[in-house]
């Protein structure tokens, strides 16, 4: 099937990578690396980071509640601090706003789709321009992996899940993804990510370096 649109991730893929920020915050406390992306796992729909993302909590109750989370699972944390750690490296990443504005004036039509939490949208105001749609799961109450929120954003942008290409950095969001018919990249290295999205579309996204 053809495909007609690119959906992207923001933090990991557009963005710095948030991964990045609490590997480091984990080492420089000395707990084990992947602590607390366990931790949200593990705490699943009813943890503080997933009613964070769906907006069902603000950001002040939620520092309390994420290091309850991790309290029970034998850490102490300062979520307040976790979170301005991930705030500081999530700029944008140029070589992917340059291959989004490729893409749309190649004729493919992109979309953002971002687990955030409420205050992420004035931060990312300035993104909101360079997709034809900017799916939030803080807004529409929904997040990755939960299927709706992938039938969403593709409903925004007018194409099923099989004509869409979907980039992440999280291995679930993209299995989702995949379960309902998306070419898939998964981003570790941004520019290896595009040299692959270019084998997909055929288009030149990065400058030759």
Not at 25 to 43: A, L, P, Q
Not at 99 to 118: D, S
Not at 195 to 208: G, K, P, S
Request: proline share 5%; net charge negative; with cysteine.
């Amino acid at each position: 099937m053809e495909r007609r649109a690119v959906i992207f991730d923001l933090g990991g893929v557009i963005l710095g990578s948030p991964l990045h920020a609490i590997g480091e915050y984990e080492r420089d406390h000395r707990i084990e690396s992947g602590f607390i992306n366990r931790v949200v796992v593990d705490t699943g729909r009813t943890g503080a980071w997933a009613r964070l993302e769906r907006g069902e909590l603000a950001m002040e109750a939620f520092f309390t509640a994420f290091e309850d989370d991790c309290a029970s699972a034998g850490r102490t944390i300062s979520a307040r601090v976790l979170m301005e750690r991930i705030g500081a490296v999530t700029e944008p990443r140029p070589q992917m706003l340059e291959a989004v504005r490729r893409l749309r004036a190649h004729g493919l039509r992109t979309a953002a789709l971002t687990n955030n939490w409420p205050g992420d949208e004035t931060r990312q105001q300035p993104l909101k321009a360079f997709f034809d749609a900017f799916v939030e799961s803080s807004v529409v109450g929904l997040r990755k992996p939960d299927p709706a929120i992938y039938h969403h954003v593709c409903a925004e942008i007018d194409v099923t899940p099989p004509e869409a290409i979907f980039l992440d950095d999280i291995g679930s969001n993209l299995k989702t993804a995949r379960a309902l018919g998306m070419e898939t990249i998964k981003v570790d290295d941004p520019d290896e990510a595009l040299r692959a999205l270019e084998a997909v579309v055929e288009l030149a996204l990065l400058d030759e370096r």
